[in-house]
């Protein structure tokens, strides 16, 4: 499968900061990644579908101007998210799928506290 | 509404046993179903895919049967260890989605196999 790394891993950010979250995908060509979001033994949410060369894909009730989705490569794709609040704290995973593929693979995720 | 439930929500089993874990899924037309297993604070691990014309895939200890036509699947662990302690996702990609290849994900089943 597929090797997925984000960066950084856990990030403490004061309230009112912005925080860049890498997704890499190493082996492969990723034309799409997908950002999820996981709160304390809570589910993975869908937050946005990216398509590298074009903007992304929000779900409902994800602010696209709060969280800002760049896939500008095939390797690589950021979520910076803008003014950060408390209530921001979760955790971050990307997934990527290749062209035609079928299966995601999934980094390790990215820990953010706002304090 | 797409949704994937996971039942139960946390298991204790003493090493050795075997166990199931249930996941259904409100709409019988899917592309695949993934189990995935998630480590606290960490990323998610692909455990077995299951496309939508397959009934059953095995890899080791584990297998995942999964019937369309009445939304369910199962995870089938065979002679457990305390090592497969770990919170258990069951994904959907749903062939009719909004959301394009994103994976809906239930809330998963928290496993502690005790020694």
């Known amino acids: 499968g597929a090797v997925v790394s984000q960066h950084p891993s856990r990030v403490i950010c004061k309230s009112g900061t912005s925080v860049k979250i890498e997704c890499r995908s190493l082996d492969f060509q990723a034309t799409t990644m997908f950002w999820y979001r996981q709160f304390p033994k809570k589910s993975l949410m869908l937050m946005a579908t990216?398509?590298?060369?074009?903007?992304?894909?929000?779900e409902q009730g994800v602010e696209k101007d709060k969280f800002l989705i760049n896939h500008a490569s095939l390797t690589l794709s950021t979520l910076t998210v803008t003014s950060a609040h408390p209530e921001d704290s979760s955790f971050y995973i990307c997934?990527?799928?290749?062209?035609?593929?079928?299966?995601?693979?999934f980094g390790p995720g990215t820990r953010l506290t706002v304090t | 509404k797409q949704e994937v439930t996971q039942i139960p929500a946390a298991l204790s089993v003493p090493e050795g046993e075997n166990l199931v874990l249930n996941c259904s899924f409100t709409d019988s037309a899917i592309y695949n179903l993934q189990w995935f297993r998630q480590d606290p604070g960490k990323g998610l691990t692909s455990l077995l895919l299951i496309q939508s014309s397959q009934r059953e895939q095995t890899s080791g200890r584990l297998n995942a049967s999964l019937d369309k036509s009445s939304g369910r699947s199962t995870l089938y662990i065979a002679a457990s260890q305390p090592g497969d302690s770990a919170t258990y996702l069951c994904?959907?990609?749903?062939?009719?989605?909004?959301?394009?290849?994103?994976?809906?994900f239930g809330k998963g089943t928290s496993l502690l196999v005790t020694p």
């Open positions: 994904a959907v990609r749903f062939t009719n989605s909004n959301s394009g290849y994103a994976l809906n």
């Open positions: 997934s990527v799928r290749g062209q035609g593929g079928s299966e995601q693979y």
């Open positions: 990216s398509n590298e060369g074009s903007k992304a894909t929000y």
